[in-house]
């Protein structure tokens, strides 16, 4: 039976990628940039940064924006190509906010 799963598995994992569902290359890394504008609706945050010369958007899915202009952050590159589509680059802020790091534990 577990042979048989695992050959299932495999089987389905091959047909997905032969039918260009899993990207063929991903890249990422993290780079700094320092904030030029901070907007916040009801439900996320958006942050501007200069990135190359060009003025981009990284969300924050936590919700951990810095909350002045002129802050430096660290935010998340990642590209991905799937075939048939022009590449994917998104920018993304992932450090959590302050009020979210776990207090000490008490005696």
């Not at 032969?18 to 320092?34: D, G, H, I, L, V």
């Not at 901070?38 to 060009?54: L, M």
């Amino acid at each position: 039976m577990r042979v048989t799963s695992l050959a299932s598995l495999l089987l389905a994992a091959m047909l997905l990628s032969s039918c260009n569902f899993f990207p063929k290359t991903t890249s990422s890394s993290t780079e700094k940039a320092k904030v030029l504008k901070v907007y916040q609706a009801n439900e996320g945050t958006a942050t501007f940064v200069d990135r190359k010369g060009q003025e981009i958007v990284i969300t924050s899915p936590l919700g951990g924006t810095p909350s002045a202009v002129g802050d430096e952050i660290e935010y998340f590159v990642q590209t991905m190509e799937i075939p048939g589509h022009p590449p994917i680059l998104s920018f993304l802020h992932i450090n959590p906010r302050p009020s979210a790091t776990p207090a000490p534990a008490k005696p």
